[in-house]
């Protein structure tokens, strides 16, 4: 509760609403435990957090941005200096309306896919973003690392969800949608969980979820070629139907 009042200061301060010296004093000091608490952060960990920003914006970026700083706000971690821009109330409206309109868009069949198709552009350069701002410029050198880190796990991660959905959406039923938009809801949040919790299982876990992304890009791909090739032997009239 601390920590989540020491937030509320802060954002009074950011609208313009001024309190009194023994509140800044506070906010003061919790402002230095936020500092404390990022300096333990050692290597693996924000490595890891980078790579997470960076592979589940991929799948929802507004998710991403508005769980992080929603986090911040309540105290649950102590964001890098970089990523405090997150906690401020315009970014967590902005990413709250968005997410509640991508939770419902992601969810009907054909209109998730050209959710996905507008939003490419967006997801990749905004995961690097994230992922290079987890260092800031404290580290350039990292900075840049864990930029080109994130944008290759954002594009890799929407290309794996893209493709799949694709997939899905030759079937009729809407059911299967459903079921990957709300496994997708739920990989994203276990993710940055786990990258925050314990950045060594979350290695192995990203690496097995690569493995399965090279798996399903080669073999959907291959169906999706395969139901083209067949829908337009269709239409030219080579494949005559009894």
Partial sequence: ????????????????????AG????????????????????MPGLLALAAALGWASGLRLYAVVFLVGLAGVAGWVALPPGL????????????GAMLFVEFFADKVPWLDSLWDGVHAF????????????????NDATMAVVAGLLGGSL????????????????????????????FFEDGIVVAALWLALAH??????????????????????FKFLRAVLRRVSSVFSGSVKVV
């Fill in 1 to 20: 509760m601390d920590a989540l009042w020491l937030q509320i200061v802060q954002w009074l301060h950011t609208l313009g609403l001024h309190v009194d």
């Fill in 122 to 137: 967006i997801r990749v350069p905004a995961g690097a973003l994230l992922a290079a701002s987890v260092f800031g410029m």
């Fill in 199 to 220: 950045p060594v299982w979350f290695a192995v876990a990203l690496a097995l979820a690569l493995a399965v992304s090279a798996l399903l890009l080669v073999v959907l």
């Fill in 23 to 42: 509140t800044a004093q506070a906010v003061a000091g919790g402002a230095a435990q936020v500092q404390q608490g990022v300096a333990r952060l050692d």
């Fill in 84 to 95: 405090a821009v997150l906690q401020h109330p315009a970014v967590l409206m902005a990413s």
């Fill in 154 to 181: 954002s594009a890799t991660a929407l290309a794996t969800k893209m493709t799949t959905r694709a997939a899905a959406n030759v079937s009729p039923e809407p059911f299967s949608n459903w079921g990957l938009s």
